[in-house]
């Protein structure tokens, strides 16, 4: 298993805390994250997202969704009202669980929808008007006029 040491980064570069931040998250759920529930990510239009997670066997007061400090959170917890049941075999898995997505600068989140055992969570990515490029006018250079020019020898 390899162990990367960021410290240089944090002390070569100046603005850059969130990138910092975002690799060591990554770095570090790398192998504490576990693979459930299943998801898929997916661009819907040019500025749009969709996330879709397989939550067979949850009902909508089970699932909760939270934007906190830039991440969304899904999280589920099942009643335990399936005590009294006796199982023969139990292979849709109904725990509990807490998935975590970090979202960039300027998403947020639209909506969110459960249908056939799926939950769609859809993301919006609007850009503020600040920071859209926009087109400088290259202006023509003008020439003096001739009485705003000081002639050095009429100063003297």
Do not use: C, W
Request: proline share 3%; hydrophobic share 40%.
């Amino acid at each position: 298993m390899r162990s990367f040491d960021l410290a240089p980064l944090y002390r070569a570069t100046v603005g850059f805390d969130q990138i910092a931040d975002l690799m060591d998250r990554v770095l570090a759920n790398d192998v504490s994250q576990s693979a459930y529930p299943p998801y898929n990510i997916e661009k819907t239009a040019d500025d749009a997202y969709r996330i879709s997670i397989a939550v067979a066997g949850f009902s909508d007061e089970d699932l909760s969704v939270e934007v906190k400090e830039q991440a969304l959170v899904v999280s589920a917890r099942k009643n335990d009202e399936d005590e009294e049941r006796n199982y023969l075999h139990r292979g849709i898995a109904t725990r509990a669980f807490e998935r975590r997505f970090t979202l960039a600068d300027h998403v947020r989140v639209v909506g969110a929808s459960h249908a056939n055992g799926m939950l769609h969570i859809d993301l919006q990515r609007e850009i503020p008007e600040a920071l859209k490029p926009r087109r400088i006018e290259i202006s023509r250079e003008t020439k003096a006029i001739e009485k705003d020019v000081v002639d050095a020898q009429s100063v003297n």
